[in-house]
């Protein structure tokens, strides 16, 4: 049995980073006079770049490490997701500098979970084992809930936050059921013990078949796949926007990573049981999500619509892994990493935007975006791009990461997976009518006021470089890809 109090400092330098910020901002804030708590925001912005300085330190030793046995693993995987959550943290932090300081409440409260919530997320890649995997999760979920209610002086935000606190915690008690069932039968709560359980007599029991849906079920809420997705919309629209910009991209991701080990390691014996369940999950998601987001006139629920779609993309993969395909596995697990990193910048992109619009027109309407054009040529261009890059079009990220997506379910090879593969082109065709309808209103509505909108220089900032990363990496699709390839788990799974 590995020794469990074994730790190497090294590995755990940027989760001791980020704690110690988290821990400085809980200290230092209720100490500063109102007029100096936005400074939180650039002492956090200062622990996620030490955060990742460590992790680009791991990255040139390039030595595999673990701590705690193997219950934490440091390889190329957990690099590539530590490094895309905390330069989405940097972000968040951008596009918050500027929301929290004018509204100047609950500032230290936020960078604190904020960064709490980000130090989960960096434990998850790493995570090889069920107890680490629940503890990074809730690690994650749980300052999202007090999160989505910052806007306490605001009904929708109180009802959005009750809902996505009592679906979490519903989420968690079928997630923890499925994996006591799971501990039972394999005796082990190590990913690559329990995919060699999964091999022998256990793989029969029907009782280890349902449990394993309640894990799925579990991630399924947290990831808001459809029909557990209807939490989303109400929370989104509630939680302060850089919240919501969270919730979308880094929470569904860690999610998302979650869902990964646990499904290409530990449950691969058993993709056949899986992988259509999941494939059907995906369909219904995209489908519903896109088709809703059609009548949305509200920008926030329509981005979160458009959040629950892109979730149904990121799940396609998963519908077509097989045991022991290790081709078809690699390549599908690889396209969800792709997908990933893309929706990032697209979406977190996107609700900079509509931070920055918000400031004038606090009642996130589409009608407010009337002539942005006009108004804000720069933010329209941008917008329009990110827009236009979560649809699929080229020369933008977008289309690389959709295209990911597709090849993976294509060259499964079966009837199901070009199922899912139309599902996906089908899908992308209808999302493109409520990005183009947005992009139409943005220059081509007459605009109800004529004042220029000035987001401030951390909100430029972020909006102008993430524009500039949607469409080098589209030139340039390498920028990714070439890290997601390199980046799988499937090489380990016994």
């Known amino acids: 049995m590995p020794d469990v109090t074994s730790f190497d400092w090294f590995a755990l330098a940027p989760e001791l980073a980020l704690l110690t910020t988290a821990l400085l901002v809980l200290v230092i804030e209720p100490f500063l006079p109102a007029s100096r708590k936005q400074a939180m925001c650039p002492l956090s912005i200062v622990g996620v770049v030490v955060s990742l300085g460590w992790v680009a330190a791991l990255a040139v030793d390039g030595a595999d490490r673990s701590s705690f046995g193997q219950m934490f693993v440091v390889d190329s995987y957990a690099l590539l997701l530590k490094a895309f959550f905390l330069g989405t943290a940097l972000f968040v ?3 918050s ?12 409260e936020y960078y604190f979970l904020l960064l709490s919530a980000f130090l989960g997320m960096i434990l998850m890649p790493s995570a090889r084992d069920l107890v680490m995997i629940f503890i990074a999760l809730e690690l994650v979920s749980v300052p999202g809930f007090v999160m989505a209610g910052l806007r306490k002086f605001d009904l929708r935000s109180n009802e959005g936050a009750l809902k996505f606190f009592l679906i979490g915690v519903l989420s968690v008690a079928v997630l923890l059921f499925g994996l006591s069932i799971i501990y039972g039968y394999t005796g082990t709560t190590d990913l690559a013990g329990i995919a060699a359980g999964l091999r022998g007599p256990a793989a029969n029991e029907p009782l280890v078949l349902a449990s394993m849906m309640f894990v799925i079920v579990g991630f399924g809420f947290k990831i808001s796949a459809v029909p557990f997705h209807f939490w989303a919309p109400d929370t989104y629209e509630g939680s302060p926007i850089p919240v919501t910009a969270f919730l979308s991209v880094a929470s569904k991701a860690a999610g998302f990573a979650g869902l990964l080990q646990v499904c290409f390691v530990a449950f691969e014996p058993l993709a056949d049981v899986w992988a259509p369940v999941l494939g059907i999950i995906a369909v219904l998601t995209m489908t519903l999500a896109n088709l809703t987001a059609l ?5 926030v629920r329509l981005l979160a619509y458009s ?8 799940i396609v993969p998963f519908g077509v892994a097989a045991p022991g395909a290790t081709a078809v596995n690699a390549q599908a697990f690889s396209s969800v990493l792709l997908y990933l990193l893309a929706y990032s910048v697209m979406n977190i992109g996107a609700f900079a935007v509509v931070v920055a ?3 004038e027109h606090p009642g996130r309407q589409l009608s407010d975006y009337a002539g942005l054009g006009q108004r804000a040529p720069g933010m329209a261009v941008a917008l329009t791009m990110f827009l236009l890059s979560l649809g699929g079009l080229p020369p933008l990220i977008g289309l690389w990461a959709k295209f990911a997506i597709f090849s993976a379910a294509a060259t499964a090879g079966t009837a199901f997976t070009y199922f899912l593969a139309g599902a996906v082109v089908v899908n992308s065709v209808i999302a493109m009518f409520y990005y183009l309808s947005i992009a139409r209103t943005v220059w081509m509505d007459a605009p109800t006021r004529t004042d220029p909108i000035r987001p401030g220089l951390a909100l430029n900032a972020a909006i102008g470089v993430l524009a500039v990363a949607a469409l080098l990496t589209g030139i340039l699709p390498d920028t990714f890809g070439a890290a997601a390839n390199v980046s799988t788990l499937i090489a380990a799974a016994p």
Do not use: D, K, P
């Open 93 to 95: 932090l951008f596009i």
């Open 97 to 108: 500098y500027r929301y929290f300081q004018e509204i100047r409440t609950y500032q230290g």
């Open 295 to 299: 009548q949305q006139r509200n920008i």
């Open 307 to 314: 959040s629950v779609a892109h979730a149904g993309y990121m």
């Open 357 to 359: 619009v918000a400031r």
